[in-house]
């Protein structure tokens, strides 16, 4: 696993996990309040599809944002798994 200078070689393959966010938390919150506004009244229920629409609005935001981020390529530094063909069920 060490390369030639006797340090640990740099990854080639990376991970990208998005950023925590409390953004779900309140699209969730503003479609539970559109669900209670249906039944409570209809404060609620507009109140809620605001919070809920601004919510998806800047989640599909920090999508992109992440996206953005992200390198266009990955260089491979595995071997490639040459296709086997399937096996006849007559065996």
């Known amino acids: 696993m060490n390369d030639s200078n006797g340090g640990i070689p740099e ?12 953004i779900p938390f309140f699209v969730a919150g503003g479609f539970a309040a559109v669900v209670v506004g249906l039944f409570a009244g ?14 998806v609005i800047l989640w599909i935001r920090s999508v992109g944002h992440d ?3 992200m390198p266009r390529a990955q260089k491979l ?9 399937p096996r006849s069920t007559r065996d």
Do not use: C, H, K, Q
């Open 11 to 22: 990854a080639t393959e990376l991970v990208y996990v998005p950023e925590p966010s409390w």
């Open 42 to 55: 209809l404060v609620w229920a507009i109140l809620g599809a605001i919070v809920f629409l601004v919510g």
């Open 67 to 69: 996206i953005a981020r």
């Open 77 to 85: 530094s595995s071997a490639v798994i040459p296709p086997i063909p």
